[in-house]
């Protein structure tokens, strides 16, 4: 239980341990982490077009070839790797409610 002037110290410390246990549980798991790899349509260091383009690319091949052809899945690595959960999730909840802005 941290004091009451100690809170911000407690806090960070708290953090730090949870990182840590995380970050060890991960490197014991041996799971291999991957980013997306270089497109060289998106050059820039903003990947927001990635990201987007990435989403709607899975959704158009999983469309087309139906959701067991795997190569569908690289593009749902990508933007699973470089889009934040929170858009990810809103993009899921527009395509269930026919909503989805773009064209799939």
């Known amino acids: 239980v941290c004091a009451v002037r100690q809170v911000a110290l ?5 953090t730090t341990a949870i990182l840590f246990t995380m970050s060890s549980a991960i490197m014991a798991s041996n799971a291999k982490l991957e980013t997306a790899p ?14 987007y383009q990435s989403f709607v690319d899975y959704h158009r091949c999983q469309k087309i070839k139906g ?15 470089i889009c934040p959960n929170a858009w990810i999730e809103n ?10 802005p773009g064209k799939i």
Do not use: A, M
């Not at 998106?42 to 077009?49: G, H, M, V």
């Open 10 to 14: 407690c806090q960070l410390v708290h």
């Open 38 to 51: 270089f497109d060289p349509r998106f050059p820039n260091q903003n990947q927001t077009k990635y990201c």
């Open 67 to 81: 959701e067991d052809y795997e190569p569908c899945n690289y593009f749902k690595k990508v933007f699973s790797s």
């Open 91 to 100: 993009w899921n909840d527009q395509l269930e409610s026919g909503i989805f």
